[in-house]
């Protein structure tokens, strides 16, 4: 009994502090979620694979750059759209509702910030999963034939962020 308690109360306190030990984490749901084609996904030209190079000459000189020393990537910040670079290649890009030119970006299926949760499921279909990431709910989708994963944040219903990257490139290290 008492050893119960001292679980249940450290399982509580991780959850008051944001650390939800039974969270899922993407690839929890590799397996159980049918594939998807998401070769089309891009930001002005720059997808999954582009070089480093193209996205600054797509986007200009960067805003804010984010090097992460133990994984040797970086992080290109623009108004509304970040991408984290690792060696010499967009390993992921990022949308998010920060700033009012957010909403000049969108998905291959047309989804932008602002969009519904229910938008997002008719554009790309029932093949999804559902977890809860930083306190928003979330709904993912893989391209196992591509390796990319497209997930989709939620406040409210409403898209605040949508994060599209490399399957496995956080394994990798």
């Not at 930001?43 to 200009?60: A, C, P, Q, R």
């Not at 670079?85 to 910030?113: G, L, M, P, W």
Request: proline share 1%.
């Amino acid at each position: 009994m008492r050893i119960n308690l001292k679980i249940s109360t450290v399982i509580m306190f991780l959850i008051l502090i944001g650390c939800d030990p039974l969270a899922k984490e993407t690839m929890d749901f590799y397996e159980s979620t049918e594939s998807i084609d998401l070769s089309d996904e891009n930001i002005h030209s720059i997808s999954i694979n582009s070089s480093e190079g193209d996205v600054i000459n797509t986007f200009g000189k960067p805003n804010e750059v984010e090097k992460i020393e133990d994984t040797k990537s970086k992080y290109l910040s623009y108004d509304g759209v970040e991408f984290g670079v690792e060696d010499e290649e967009v390993i992921r890009f990022f949308i998010r509702r920060t700033h009012e030119s957010s909403t000049i970006y969108q998905t291959a299926k047309e989804i932008k910030i602002g969009d519904t949760k229910e938008k997002v499921m008719k554009e790309y279909g029932e093949n999804y999963y559902e977890r809860v990431e930083s306190g928003l709910d979330t709904v993912g989708y893989f391209d196992k034939g591509n390796r990319i994963n497209i997930e989709f944040g939620f406040n409210e219903n409403e898209v605040i962020a949508v994060i599209i990257e490399q399957i496995g490139w956080k394994e990798d290290h």
